[in-house]
């Protein structure tokens, strides 16, 4: 069966650090990995998603993940922390099982901090 | 805007009670996806309808049920409910439930339960 974990519930950066959030995953078959933003009072956005073509993957808003084997990992970086990109963050799998239904499991989430 | 539209976007009610949420999928997307979201539980699958068919299930409470209509609108039941059921409740739909596929969500119904 598929899990995440998210390593670090809060992540506090000055505004114009790096951002990095932290993603390891858990999977017996090639994963599809996704990251979402949740902003308050709101749903999920997509950020970007792995699904086998190239490991590191550009998304919305400056962010990008590497896709990497050997660490089981999927971590989100972006090069510069901007105010607006305080929210939680979550990190999923899907679970793809013997039916591949498409069904998420989620990391417990990462809270980013952006300080001015 | 993801085009997905819950309603309603908050229910206040007492334990015992029963509600419904209902969920509109992105025009053309045929798999819908229910999530509830708590502190102590974080992100759960709860269940997946798929063109009108159930197609999986999660950690779904007996108390709970849902369903996928003709014009592929969902809706999901909550009865009996207690207070552990306040949560953020969330539908997400993809076009065909395909695991690569990303799913989109709607911005939730809160759920609170006195």
């Known amino acids: 069966a598929q899990s995440v974990t998210q390593l670090g519930s809060h992540v506090s950066v000055s505004e114009g650090a790096l951002v990095l959030l932290r993603c390891n995953y858990s999977?017996?078959?090639?994963?599809?990995l996704f990251w979402y933003v949740q902003y308050p009072n709101q749903g999920l956005q997509l950020l970007l998603k792995?699904?086998?073509?190239?490991?590191l993957v550009k998304g919305i808003n400056g962010f990008e993940a590497e896709f990497k084997k050997s660490e089981t990992s999927f971590h989100l970086t972006k090069p510069s922390a901007h105010m607006r990109d305080a929210a939680e963050y979550f990190c999923?799998?899907?679970?793809?099982?013997?039916?591949?239904?498409?069904?998420?499991?989620f990391g417990q989430g990462t809270t980013l901090q952006v300080k001015p | 805007d993801s085009g997905v539209t819950q309603t309603p976007k908050h229910l206040i009610t007492a334990t015992g009670q029963r509600v419904t949420l209902r969920c509109s999928p992105r025009s053309g997307d045929l798999s819908v996806y229910w999530y509830q979201q708590s502190l102590d539980q974080g992100l759960q699958f709860l269940i997946q309808?798929?063109?009108?068919?159930?197609?999986a299930k999660g950690n779904i409470l007996e108390r709970f049920s849902a369903q996928q209509f003709p014009d592929l609108h969902s809706e999901l039941n909550l009865s009996s409910l207690e207070l552990g059921d306040s949560a953020l409740y969330f539908c997400?739909?993809?076009?065909?439930?395909?695991?690569?596929?990303?799913?989109?969500f709607g911005d939730g119904t809160r759920l609170s339960i006195l």
């Open positions: 997400a739909s993809s076009p065909d439930g395909q695991g690569n596929q990303p799913q989109h």
């Open positions: 999923a799998v899907s679970d793809l099982g013997s039916s591949n239904t498409g069904k998420l499991i």
């Open positions: 999977s017996s078959v090639p994963p599809y």
């Open positions: 792995y699904t086998s073509a190239a490991t």
């Open positions: 309808y798929y063109n009108g068919e159930e197609r």
